[in-house]
């Protein structure tokens, strides 16, 4: 059963998991400090836009941290990327990737946050808003991925 669930095995998903709650929990325990992605996305903007929203005090003053949390992600798969051999690169033309990209983000902000930090961080939490985010999220994802089957994407 587990080998047709996992054709490539489960452990690295168990590690990966393991190691993102324990920065997740390093985060919140030294900081009090949620960390979600989409609010680093939203910070980042706040380098580059000058409108209103992305000036609000919450992303400038919390910009600097931010930033390196996004680094950290980035140095992270970078380093587990280097130390595991993988060599693949996705077939995704990068137009499906850009657009992707801007779907979740735009999903994010009517959502109040994205899996990360209503999955990891506010579940963790017990937050009732993040159970009902997260089964959303699960829901659209499973009727996306049968529609694309029934439609003959791949």
């Known amino acids: 059963m587990l080998a047709s669930l996992f054709p490539l095995g489960f ?3 168990l590690v990966g998991g393991l190691l993102i709650g324990a920065g997740i929990g390093l985060l919140f325990l030294a900081t009090g400090r949620i960390g979600g992605a989409s ?3 939203t910070t980042s903007w706040s ?3 000058d409108r209103p929203y992305f000036q609000r005090d919450e992303f400038v003053r919390s910009r600097s941290w931010r930033l390196l ?3 950290g992600m980035v140095l992270g798969a970078t380093v587990v ?3 595991s ?3 693949t690169a996705t077939a995704i033309p990068c ?3 850009l657009l992707g990209g801007l779907v979740a983000g735009i999903g994010a902000r009517l959502g109040s946050g994205c899996t990360s930090g209503h999955g990891v961080c506010g579940m963790a939490s017990l937050n009732p808003a993040s159970f009902i985010a997260v089964a959303t999220f699960l ?3 499973i009727l996306t991925a049968n529609a694309l089957a029934w439609l003959g994407v791949r």
């Open 11 to 13: 452990s690295h998903y």
């Open 39 to 41: 609010s680093v996305f």
């Open 47 to 49: 380098l580059a836009s």
């Open 69 to 71: 949390y996004a680094l």
């Open 81 to 83: 990327a280097a130390a």
């Open 85 to 87: 051999g993988a060599t």
């Open 95 to 97: 137009c499906q990737l």
């Open 139 to 141: 829901a659209t994802a």
